[in-house]
Nanobody, 125 residues
């Protein structure tokens, strides 16, 4: 599975942005996740979705503001980000891990087998 993240850009605080993750192969039976890495910080989990049943899991820091969704016909997942804050500035990476089960374990980087190249989101006025 090859992953292509896109849709990053510059947005003002309080604004919205949607990033996309397109997979080269069939993604049914995978969990697609979003992680982010800010300058000088560790890569951290943001959200994940089961491509089989649509179950989702979020980091507490984004739970109210971000929404992850999927389109199985396009082998794609999306992250809609609202009420963006400067601290959301980071490179956003999508990742795919085999499996159907959604749990807190999907917040671990080692739960994913494939990674995309990342897309930069900058929140600044």
């Amino acid at each position: 599975v090859q992953l292509q993240a896109s849709g990053g850009g510059l947005v003002q605080p309080g604004g919205s942005l949607r990033v996309s993750c397109a997979a080269s192969g069939r993604t049914f039976g995978y969990i697609l996740g979003w992680f982010r890495q800010a300058p000088g910080k560790e890569r951290e989990f943001v959200a994940a979705i089961s491509m089989a049943d649509g179950r989702t899991y979020y980091a507490d820091s984004v739970k109210v503001r971000f929404t992850i969704s999927r389109d199985n016909a396009k082998n794609s997942a999306y992250l809609q980000m609202n009420s963006l804050k400067p601290e959301d500035t980071a490179v956003y990476y999508c990742a795919a891990g085999r499996g159907y089960t959604m749990s807190a374990l999907r917040s671990r980087r080692d739960a994913y087998d494939y990674w995309g190249q990342g897309t930069l989101v900058t929140v600044s006025s």
